[in-house]
């Protein structure tokens, strides 16, 4: 699990940007989301969801919506 210092300073430089969660990260559809969010200037993954924690975002993953302490809009 990510700590909440890591997050803070993640979370820092997206204050502006639209802030999304996408759920199921680590398969096709949501590696096809997270190249397509990294390409745009208003928006960020602030967190993915996944039952495989360890693909090695930049961002936090998380096995439940329920252990998520990062806001999407």
């Known amino acids: ?23 199921g990260v ?3 559809m949501g590696r096809t989301l997270v190249s397509s969010i990294a390409d745009r200037s208003d928006c960020a993954i602030c967190c993915g969801i996944d ?8 961002f936090p993953v998380y096995d439940s919506p329920s252990k998520m302490i990062e806001k999407p809009d």
């Open 1 to 23: 699990m990510v700590s909440d210092g890591i997050a803070a300073y993640y979370m820092k430089g997206m204050k502006n940007m639209i802030q999304i969660a996408v759920s």
């Open 26 to 28: 680590s398969g096709h």
């Open 51 to 58: 039952i495989r924690t360890d693909a090695g975002y930049i």
